[in-house]
């Protein structure tokens, strides 16, 4: 997991928008990382860090959720 991730956690106004309330108070790096890989091992769901092409910057996630297999 990408350290950037923690940091952007701790913005105010970015947690305003993401619906993780939680998050707006005092949250250990172990436990968002512990969330982010719950995630990245899911089948029912996809989580993407979005980077900007240029330089680099951390913009932000997107996360896919309830996921169906079909056969």
């Given at each position: 997991?990408?350290?950037?991730?923690?940091?952007?956690l701790s913005d105010l106004d970015v947690m305003r928008y993401i619906?993780?309330?939680?998050y707006l108070k005092s949250v250990e790096f172990a436990e968002v990382r512990e969330y982010v890989e719950k995630l990245w091992h899911s089948k029912f769901s996809s989580f993407?860090?979005?980077?900007?092409?240029?330089?680099?910057?951390?913009?932000?996630?997107?996360?896919?959720n309830y996921i169906n297999e079909r056969g």
């Amino acid at each position: 997991m990408d350290p950037r991730y923690f940091g952007w956690l701790s913005d105010l106004d970015v947690m305003r928008y993401i619906g993780r309330e939680e998050y707006l108070k005092s949250v250990e790096f172990a436990e968002v990382r512990e969330y982010v890989e719950k995630l990245w091992h899911s089948k029912f769901s996809s989580f993407f860090a979005i980077y900007h092409a240029d330089d680099d910057l951390f913009i932000g996630t997107a996360k896919i959720n309830y996921i169906n297999e079909r056969g």
